[in-house]
């Protein structure tokens, strides 16, 4: 029996593709600081550990233990625009998280490392994106993203480490932490409905993205390291047709059967038109993209069921400037658990991870 390691088994995008692995026959273990996964989201079937990737000590007795084949790497704190105030946490948890995980991957053999990237690596580039088109990220969550996309590539070349990176963007569905305000707009907006509050729209609302459903992506990656053309390759992975944020807001309003007015608030700083293409991973993966209304509707039912999460917002913000324009030290901030609603603007937005 293959076993695998996968990072952040306990979130959204991680336990899904940890699902996939269990059906395929593999052994799972699932590594998870629960800081924005839960418990109940791990498999049954997958042995889980609580613990953080910065934990040098911890990794290197789990791959001791269980001599992993693959590792599959989702944990991140994906919060686009949070990550310029946030850069030493994002650093750290995105990149040297990652770094060591390579480091115990060439160390004790691993077959093949697949690692989730985003399309946020791309920046501003022209629509739509390509793996060729040149990376210029605009945030410290897409650096980190691009950083270990470049170290998996330098320990191939160097250690014969094989890798697949795949750029997912705009993933939603079950599991998926609806009470997180800096991330996954879908979430943000159905839990905003079950509690009877206007959608947050930044802007005119006309920014577009292609929204993409997890049972159409979580497949893909997990049965990657069995597909040789896959072998130390890049792919962009999700849906292929954008949506303006007015009409998701429209169709999730739609789907579970409510209407609230839409709050606009000032635009963003961010990439107004954010979607790839994906003939790359058509070709050598057969990914069968969907984006059916019907994928809302199901997410919404489910969403109503479980009910709304309380939203909290980031406790540690490092950028202290911005909170005192606005008025108040971070301390107070983090205190009162609020922001001024310039601080918000920045903060929070629909995001492309």
């Known amino acids: 029996m293959r076993t695998s390691l996968v990072t952040g088994g306990a979130g959204f995008i991680g336990s899904h593709v940890a699902a996939e692995l269990l059906k395929l ?155 997180d305000r800096y991330r996954n707009v879908i979430g943000i907006f ?25 049972a159409d992506v979580a497949p893909v990656i997990a049965r990657s390291v069995d597909v040789p053309a896959a072998r130390n390759q890049i792919f962009n992975v999700g849906a292929d047709t954008p949506y303006s944020v007015n009409h998701l807001a429209a169709v999730v309003m739609a789907a579970m059967s409510t209407h609230v007015e839409l709050n606009h608030l000032p635009a963003r700083n961010e990439v107004v038109h954010a979607y790839s293409d994906h003939n790359k991973v058509n070709g050598s993966l057969k990914l069968n993209a969907c984006d059916s209304g019907r994928r809302h509707c199901a997410h919404g039912r489910l969403a109503k069921a479980a009910g709304p999460r309380q939203s909290r917002y980031f406790g540690e913000i490092e950028i202290a400037r911005i909170c005192r324009l606005a008025g108040r030290s971070a301390r107070q901030s983090v205190m009162r658990d609020e922001y001024s609603p310039h601080l918000q603007r920045l903060l929070s937005g629909p995001g492309r991870h």
């Open 25 to 179: 026959g593999q052994a799972v273990v699932v590594l998870d600081d629960l800081s924005g996964g839960f418990v109940e989201n791990v498999p049954r079937g997958a042995q889980f550990v609580e613990g953080s990737m910065l934990d040098v000590a911890l990794i290197d007795r789990l791959f001791a233990t269980h001599a992993f084949d693959y590792v599959y790497h989702l944990a991140a704190y994906a919060a686009e625009g949070l990550s310029h105030f946030i850069k030493r946490f994002n650093y750290n948890n995105n990149l040297i998280g990652s770094v060591n995980l390579i480091n115990a991957s060439v160390n004790h053999a691993v077959k093949c490392f697949v690692f989730t990237s985003s399309i946020a690596v791309y920046g501003s580039a022209p629509l739509p994106m390509t793996e060729d088109t040149l990376p210029q990220p605009e945030d410290s969550y897409g650096i980190a993203k691009y950083a270990v996309e470049r170290e998996l590539r330098v320990s191939h070349e160097m250690f014969g480490l094989d890798y697949v990176i795949f750029r997912p963007h705009n993933v939603y569905g079950e599991h998926q932490n609806i009470g």
């Open 190 to 214: 159905m839990n905003q409905l079950m509690q009877g509050q206007p959608l947050t729209v930044f802007g005119d609302g006309e920014q577009s993205r292609a929204f993409s459903y997890i």
